[in-house]
């Protein structure tokens, strides 16, 4: 069973900083794709950023420089670090992963990201 909890959203400033974690489970982790994507109110879901299996990293232009994806394949756990946050980052911002050499993506519950101004 494929299994992807995110955490580390809230509430904060404009100019704060969060961190998500998303571990992963019932995937060969190293062999997947993972993306963080952001589902703000009214809008639909959009990629905020992207990191391949071998670490290539591509991001939306509205956060390039303000946010970093990584991965940690010994934890199974992707991470999105957030700074510099505005308040047109809010939303739901959800997991996904995309193994290798099939055409599953997975999903996961989601976590909410507020920014106040």
């Known amino acids: 069973q494929v299994q992807l909890v995110e955490s580390g959203g809230g509430l904060v400033q404009a100019g704060g900083s969060l961190r998500l974690s998303c571990v992963a489970s019932?995937?060969?982790?190293?062999?997947?794709?993972m993306g963080w994507y952001c589902q703000a109110p009214g809008k639909q879901r959009e990629l905020v950023a992207t990191i391949t299996n071998g670490g290539i990293t591509n991001y939306a232009d509205s956060v390039k420089g303000r946010f970093t994806i990584s991965r940690d394949n010994a934890k199974n756990t992707a991470y999105l670090q957030m700074n510099s946050l505005k308040p047109g980052d809010t939303g739901v911002y959800y997991c996904?992963?995309?193994?290798?050499?099939?055409?599953?993506?997975?999903w996961g519950q989601g976590t909410q990201v507020t920014v106040s101004s």
């Open positions: 996904s992963a995309a193994p290798r050499y099939t055409r599953a993506t997975y």
């Open positions: 019932g995937i060969i982790f190293s062999a997947s794709n």
